[in-house]
């Protein structure tokens, strides 16, 4: 509503020796302001603040009349009225010289600046005033109150009198009322003879008149508080009538706000008690009251004092108050407290230290609120006199503090938008960010026909749906626009201000006429010629409708009211805009859809249709009138009515359920009187005309109803005119803003599925509900209240000196205004279901469903109720979180919200929110059943707390095996870590770093991780020194922490049982691959563990299937026949030319989908592994090792040409044409020594190269094979042997079978497997045929030591059947590949790069082994 700007102002003053100043009084139009101290009176400027006159009075008038106390101002600004200590009245008059100016701007030469501007000198310059004492009146009785009263002075004195004293005729115009005689009752129903104050001394300490109520309250100087009515136009005794507040006792001072008809009497305990007078009695009634709460002001709540003062803004939205000792508090007119200077930044330092509160003789508002004129007590005292010596301004006792307001205090039209708009005195600050950015804004679906699409902006989506959360909640941040300072110079101070619909335009009023901005082109349109300006004061604020501003005003020229209506684009001027005359002064305008309704000071309704006319280039808006409607016996005063709208609410929903059209219309109008809410609906029941053709508009013709009232301490009304048939109930509905009482929503109740309404169901219901914000727009499809904050920065650290202590910026901080939001959902679902209305709750729940924040709504629900009913110190005769429970189990996300909102609660509550949820062991098995791992190991947490430790160890290796079963390592690393704190009887914690740390097998990895190096470097250092030592594969790391001291505890045996059963299954399934992840994850000694399962899990039973299970798992494609070498002599010469072209057909496109062509690797490794099969000398390997970059420019020629990524039709083709070049192609024969590369062995090389699979399988194949050997694992070494076709591999495990002791079952199961595969290879994927041909010799010496050890018997083949059997399988199987390898390899191969690049520091395990789906870098 009201927000503190920056730091306030000291004013300084020029006069030599000033007095102290203690009292400050603006005049009526708050132009100037009258500074009295002890005795001078000093009549200053406002804007800008510069003084104007002062008057000294001589020394023995001063003795004579004792110090000043109190100024008044005439309603016309011609004279004010001083009060004297001793009795006297000193009347003066401010007679100002024309066209005489203190102060002129001056402007460089040749500037057409405003010379030609009427009344351009008053605005611009503080005027030349004289002040000359004209009337002293002595009352002889010291003065303790003086209020204008119209005409009149009322002034009340210390004996008990009142005296009404005319302006003008002084003398004549005295008459003397005394209090005694005034008879006071309850209320005016009474007797006419009310009890008589009765006692002597009883005098008036403090009053106020109040216009609107035609009276003024007061304060007697023995704390009662009062109203005084005059019963008829003549003030005597006997016409005079007060009524009681029955309640206070301890009054202290008072202040009246005309516009809400309220009277605030301050009490001596700090508080604030807020009255209105009962129109049907008469009697004093209490609405509400401003206090401290120890909640939010622990420390001072119950120490302010008594309260000292309390002035209303100039436009009665929010009021003032001071306390005896300091501080001031900024509340809204029915008592939302907004700002107060007792708590926070204002009373503490930055280094914690109290300040002292600021305080306060005398203050008053500025125009329009933008200015809060204070005189500090605390620095008036301590005016420092060597200052006097020197010729410097004072610092003056005044301060001036700033304030930026909602556009909703003066321009309440501005309801209906649902952007936040804050006025400052010339700036305005909003909160729809940038203009540019705003998606999908919002508007009215029902009439978008209206306007042709060109019209809807350059930026306007063509579905106007909703505008973009983001744009309205995306940051903390205003989008701050300056006011044009030619349009502020001489149209200071801004009245009213208006932003349209889709948040891109807005326009403001000052003095005269109005200004608009665009914030998409981010320029002014003002007035072209300044008269035109200068004639039109706007009075009923004003609004948008689509491109046009629709305001009123009253044109000086013509003395005449108008409805204008002016095109955003066209130029500002009245020959384009549309001019209605008016019978009577408007006092409030609004739009709702393509109606305007004005409320006039005869207290009469008009609605008006506008309607767009595209004529020419700019086209224009016509209005006609629709409906008068006179509510002048409704309505006391013109002045009380606070906002008009016109609404599609009504109270009979059925109609609308049976016709939705009719849902759109202006169905009522809603009046806001004086903070009482009245509807005044469309009057249905008359006969109602069928014939819709004759006169389209008949309907809207409809007379109103008398009026309702809907609600009290009404502050705003917000509502829409969209339609959202999802959204209904939000949609629908009416909200208000209630001050102190929170917000409440009138929300329409519909039957389900268009059945019959209840007849006992009303159709609308009215919920409160608190906020912990002030409202100032609703977001409505978002369940959202937008509002403003006020936020502080301390600075006192810049001014560290002594002398620096009188600094503004160290007494105070620097104010600043904050955008914030808040839900809203989660209070009406509650409040439905506390009235039974499950049913509606559950219909508005699952409208609002798909919000990003509705789990946190449900989770505020659960959370608020469970705290209130848990603490509450009374049983709760209805508890309320059985039906809560209840109904969040309606959504999925139950298990969640359970979760997160008991692990957000204190332990000591958890017992009574289970009682109503579920036990928490069935949850957590729910969350099982639903593979919602997460949310289960939060409900462990729970168990764990709530349960013996034998359960929550059950249900955490329940969960423990699922994660491993599902590859959730992050989960499966904090189940170990939970069940050893539960073994150790620790709490939730990691266990301490070991100090001693064993070598793991998790780091094999640790080789390859800092490879700067391409695969060759790593394929050279592993055939060099393939028997790499143990500590170098194995460095200890970070995730050998586990395997610490304490592995022999009964724990660590308990989780290792299940680890060792988890990798157990995944080798008895031949996953290896995820083997290998759980290993490296896990930190799980894998080398250790093989050794021990070597003759049982870790032995192969099927090669072929083993060999085909790791082709598919590590996406490695089977070998090729080229297709020349078809008709080549194979070692046994079986091959069918037949079968090897099938074969070609259907292997080429299938292996090939699963390539990756890394042209970052180079070739030298697989050319390597090729050529060190023909013999074992370390020399031909090196000079094979040199050829190897000649080769590469040979072969990946044609593809790097194609760039890194590869389509899968390149491959494809490369492969096919590389195969087709014409030469012979000689099979390289295991005896083969001499080094000659043909032509066609360059090209076996190069279908070599292009049937490697990806490179991180390479590195991951090479990291199991290293594991194997070390665990002496020798089948498995053999079948990745076989998928690298490295025969250095092959050798390596035949030299270790026949070196060492080797069981003779391995080596027989070996030459068993090697029998399968060969016969497999030879039916089924002849590729593998030339590598099985030059491992030959060694099998053929294995089967000797076999044949040494084992009888002949054992040597049976594969059985045959499942050799075809598989053979029957092969094209599936190449199907199955195909469908595992279309994941795009090339991204994943990127992704794999960056994240090499992000994970550095973590183990090497992540890097090699992570889950994931079946492409080349398993990321």
Known sequence: MYFLSGWPKRLLCPLESPERPLHIRTDPQRAFFAVLAPSQLSVWYCRPSVLIVSYKELSKAASQFGPYKQAEWRPDSTMIAVSTANGYILFFEIPSARDKYLYEPMYPKGSPHLKGTPHYKEEQCAPFLNLEMKKVLDLQASITSLQSML?????????????????????????????????????????????????????????????????????????????????????????????????????????????????????????????????????????????????????????????????????????????????????????????????????????????????????????????????????????????????????????????????????????????????????????????????????????????????????????????GLSTLLGHRHWHVVQIHSTYLESNWPIRFSAIDKLGQNVAVVGKFGFAHYSLLTKKWKLFGNITQEQNMIVTGGLAWWNDFIVLACYNLNDHQEELRIYLRTSNLDNAFAHITKVQANTLLLSVFRDIVILFRADCSICLYSIERRPEGLNPTASVQVLQEVSMSRYIPHPFLVVSVTLTSVRTETGISLKMPQQACEAESIMLNLAGQLIMLQRDRSGPQIRDKDNNPNQRKHLPFCAPVVLAQSVENVWTTCRINKQKRHLLEALWLSCGGAGMKVWLPLFPRDHRKPHSFLSRRIMLPFHINIYPLAVLFEDALVLGAVNDTVLYDCLYTQTSAREHLEVLFPFSIVERTSQIYLHHILRQLLVRNLGEQAL????????????????????????????????????????????????????????????????????????????????????????????????????????????????????????????????????????????????????????????????????????????????????????????????????????????????????????????????????????????????????????????????????????????????????????????????????????????????????????????????????????????????????????????????????????????????????????????????????????????????????????????HKSQVQLRYLLHIFMEAGCLDWCIIIGLILRESSVINQVFSVMQSSDIDGEICQNIKAGLYAVDKWASTDCPGYKPFLNIIKPQIQKLSEIAEEQVQPEAFQPVNPSKVTEQANTRVEESRTLISHGTNPQSDAGNSSASRHEEDKSKTEDEDSFQEGSYDCTVS
């Open 151 to 467: 005409e009149d002075l009322l002034v009340a004195t210390a004996d008990g009198f009142l005296h009404l004293v005319h302006w003008d005729g002084m003398t004549n115009g005295r008459k003397a009322i005394n209090l005694c005689t005034v008879p006071f009752s309850v209320d005016l129903q009474s007797s006419r003879a009310g009890s008589f104050l009765g006692f002597e001394d009883v005098y008036i300490r403090d009053m106020e008149y109040c216009a609107t109520l035609d009276g003024f309250a007061v304060v007697f100087n023995d704390g009662r508080v009062g109203f005084i009515t005059p019963m008829s136009s003549r003030f005597t005794a006997e016409q005079l009538h007060g009524v009681w507040a029955q309640d206070v006792i301890d009054g202290t001072c008072v202040a009246v706000n005309n516009k809400y008809r309220l009277m605030a009497f301050g009490c001596a305990n700090g508080s604030v008690q807020v009255y209105t007078i009962d129109t049907t009695t008469g009697a004093m009634q209490f609405s509400h009251k401003l206090e401290l709460t120890p909640k939010q002001y622990p420390d001072i709540w119950n120490k302010t004092g008594p309260v000292k003062l309390i002035r209303w803004s100039p436009d009665s939205c929010v009021v003032m108050v001071t306390w005896e000792c300091g501080g001031l508090s900024l509340w809204s007119v029915f008592g939302a407290q907004l700002i107060c200077t007792l708590g926070g930044d204002f009373a503490y330092q930055s280094d914690g230290t109290k300040k002292d509160p600021l305080k306060i003789s005398s203050m008053t508002w500025g125009s329009e609120g933008y200015h809060l004129w204070v005189i500090d007590g605390n620095s008036s005292q301590n005016t420092k006199p060597d200052r006097d010596a020197k010729n410097e301004p004072q610092q003056f006792g005044i301060l001036q503090f700033h304030f930026i307001k909602s556009a909703l205090t003066v321009n309440p039209c501005m309801s209906n938008q649902e952007q936040v708009l804050l006025q400052g005195e010339d700036r305005l600050y909003l909160n729809c960010g940038d203009a540019t950015q705003a998606q999908n804004p919002r508007n009215t679906s029902a009439h978008s026909e209206h306007k042709p699409t060109r019209e809807r902006g350059p930026f306007s989506d063509g579905n106007l749906d909703s505008q």
């Open 843 to 1254: 219909l508005l729940a699952h409208s609002c469903a798909t919000l990003p924040y509705f789990p946190h709504v449900l989770e505020l629900m659960l959370h608020e109720v469970l705290e209130e009913e848990a603490t509450s110190r009374e049983p709760i005769p209805d508890p309320l979180l059985p039906t809560v429970a209840k109904f969040i189990t309606e959504f999925p996300l139950f298990l969640q919200t359970v979760v997160h909102c008991a692990r957000k609660t204190e332990y000591a509550l958890w017992n009574y929110l289970f009682a109503a949820v579920g036990n928490p062991k069935d949850l957590f098995e729910e969350c099982l059943m639903a593979q919602d791992l997460d949310t289960a190991a939060s409900y462990l947490i729970i168990l764990q707390n709530m349960e013996v430790p034998a359960v929550s160890r059950q249900h955490a290796t329940l969960l423990f095996n699922t994660a491993l079963e599902q590859g959730k390592w992050d989960l499966c690393r904090h189940m170990i870590r939970f069940l050893k704190a539960i073994g150790s009887g620790e709490t939730e914690t990691p266990p301490a770093t070991p100090t001693t740390q064993e070598p793991s097998s998790s780091s094999g990895f640790e080789f390859f991780r800092h490879r700067s190096i391409s695969l060759s470097q790593s394929a050279e250092n592993l055939h060099s020194k393939f028997n790499l030592t143990k500590t170098l594969s194995m460095p200890s790391g970070p995730s050998g922490k586990r395997w610490s001291k304490d592995s022999d505890c009964a724990e660590n045996m308990y989780i290792d049982m299940m680890l060792w059963r988890h990798a157990r299954r995944l080798l008895e399934e031949i996953k290896l691959k995820d083997l290998g992840c759980f290993a490296a994850q896990l930190g799980f000694e894998l080398i250790g563990w093989l050794c021990k399962e070597r003759a049982r899990a870790a032995r192969v039973e099927d090669f072929v299937f083993a060999l085909k299970k790791l082709h598919k798992d590590f996406l490695w494609p089977f070998p090729v026949i080229p297709a020349s070498s078809i008709n080549s002599p194979f070692k046994n010469g079986k091959y069918k030319t037949a079968m090897g072209e099938q074969l070609l057909k259907s292997q080429s496109a299938d292996t090939f989908v699963n390539m990756e062509v890394d042209t970052g690797v180079s070739s030298t490794p697989r050319s390597r592994s090729w050529l060190g099969t023909i013999g074992s000398s370390q020399r031909e390997i090196d000079t094979a090792s040199s050829h190897g970059p000649h080769m590469q420019d040979a072969f990946l020629s044609p593809l790097l040409s194609k760039g890194d990524e590869c389509s899968i039709g390149s491959a494809t083709d490369l492969t096919e044409t590389s195969s087709m070049v014409d030469g012979d192609w000689t099979m390289v024969d295991e005896n083969f020594s001499s080094l000659s590369l043909t032509q066609s062995e360059l090209e076996h090389i190069s279908l070599e190269l292009a049937s490697k699979g990806p």
